[in-house]
């Protein structure tokens, strides 16, 4: 997997209309967001220490989810372009009520519509998280919300990730 480098850059390319970030001469991560999406349109920022951290955290999480590398490397990056979306209205009726974790940034949690699907959290506020979808969800309005899209919902809608990973060795 791709390791995040001081020589990433995130871009906005009017042409795509996308959020981009540049990881090296050959290749460009084209993200899911417009510019409508976009609070700011970067030109060459460069990737900050702290979104890297943020990479490895989320990438840690992922793990507990059984899903090929290079998807895992997609939500990694799409989550990374959490900083530069407008903020949300929240969507919590589409969802039913979940268990009101204690969710906090980078934990994968589930969403209960009319059918479940698992969500990233992207940020918290004492009584929002705002997620990204890790796939497409039916919600209780019989709305259909697609793979990557970024939504805010009241804590009581989200459910904590109940997963019993493996023991792992060491060397």
């Given at each position: 997997m791709?390791?995040?480098s001081?020589?990433?850059f995130w871009t906005y390319c009017p042409s795509k209309d996308?959020?981009?970030l540049d990881i090296s001469d050959e290749a460009q991560f084209c993200s899911p967001f417009t510019a409508s999406q976009l609070v700011q349109?970067?030109?060459?920022q460069p990737l900050s220490m702290a979104e890297a951290e943020t990479f490895w955290?989320?990438?840690e999480s992922l793990q507990q989810l059984d899903m090929p590398a290079a998807v895992r490397l997609e939500l990694c990056l799409s989550a990374l372009c959490a900083p530069f979306l407008q903020q949300l209205a929240h969507k919590s009726w589409y969802f039913q009520q979940g268990s009101q974790c204690n969710a906090v940034q980078s934990d994968v949690v589930?969403?209960?519509g009319l059918t479940n699907q698992y969500a990233l959290v992207l940020a918290t506020e004492p009584d929002c998280v705002t997620c990204l979808l890790l796939g497409e969800i039916n919600t209780l309005a019989?709305?259909?919300l697609p793979r990557l899209q970024v939504i805010r919902v009241l804590r009581n809608r989200v459910s904590a990730l109940d997963v019993v990973l493996p023991y792992r060795h060491s060397a």
């Amino acid at each position: 997997m791709l390791r995040p480098s001081e020589r990433w850059f995130w871009t906005y390319c009017p042409s795509k209309d996308r959020l981009l970030l540049d990881i090296s001469d050959e290749a460009q991560f084209c993200s899911p967001f417009t510019a409508s999406q976009l609070v700011q349109q970067p030109q060459y920022q460069p990737l900050s220490m702290a979104e890297a951290e943020t990479f490895w955290a989320i990438d840690e999480s992922l793990q507990q989810l059984d899903m090929p590398a290079a998807v895992r490397l997609e939500l990694c990056l799409s989550a990374l372009c959490a900083p530069f979306l407008q903020q949300l209205a929240h969507k919590s009726w589409y969802f039913q009520q979940g268990s009101q974790c204690n969710a906090v940034q980078s934990d994968v949690v589930i969403l209960r519509g009319l059918t479940n699907q698992y969500a990233l959290v992207l940020a918290t506020e004492p009584d929002c998280v705002t997620c990204l979808l890790l796939g497409e969800i039916n919600t209780l309005a019989g709305k259909t919300l697609p793979r990557l899209q970024v939504i805010r919902v009241l804590r009581n809608r989200v459910s904590a990730l109940d997963v019993v990973l493996p023991y792992r060795h060491s060397a």
